[in-house]
């Protein structure tokens, strides 16, 4: 349900075009491979491969697509696990309204940390390297 609000309120944003949707980690980095989209949004929690090594493998195959970890978590230990897996933004779920805004930053080039995670213990862009 979270997936399909999601792509529903995406499809209502003119400048994105959604080229596909992915129901376990596998699949996602598989389609990403294949589609080579801008932007993936990932989740960290999914079957058959989790989001941090969807992520990982998408990164190392293909750099120059830019995730979007979209998690539940605001803890700091997940940022900074997305993040060392190559994430380029992280965003908490119950920020849907900055969805746009993260997109365009990390198609841009910068990296984005939800604001809701707390302030100091987000990891800094060492923890990337």
């Known amino acids: 349900l979270v997936r399909q609000g999601i792509r529903q309120w995406l499809e209502g944003c003119l400048e994105f075009e959604i080229i596909g949707e992915a129901g376990d980690g596998l699949q996602a980095a598989a389609m990403a491979?294949?589609?080579?989209?801008?932007?993936?949004?990932?989740?960290i929690s999914m079957p058959r491969m989790n989001g941090l090594e969807a992520t990982a493998w998408l990164k190392k195959r293909f750099p120059q697509v830019r995730v979007i970890m979209h998690s539940v978590s605001s803890e700091a230990s997940d940022v900074r696990r997305a993040l060392e897996a190559g994430a380029d933004?992280?965003?908490?779920?119950?920020?849907?309204?900055?969805?746009?805004?993260?997109?365009?930053?990390?198609?841009?080039?910068?990296?984005?940390?939800?604001?809701?995670?707390?302030?100091?213990?987000a990891p800094d862009e060492s923890a990337r390297q």
Not at 33 to 43: F, H, S
């Open 89 to 121: 933004a992280y965003l908490v779920k119950a920020s849907n309204a900055r969805l746009a805004l993260v997109i365009h930053e990390v198609v841009a080039g910068r990296t984005y940390v939800d604001p809701s995670v707390s302030e100091g213990t």
């Open 33 to 43: 491979g294949q589609e080579r989209p801008d932007v993936v949004l990932m989740g």
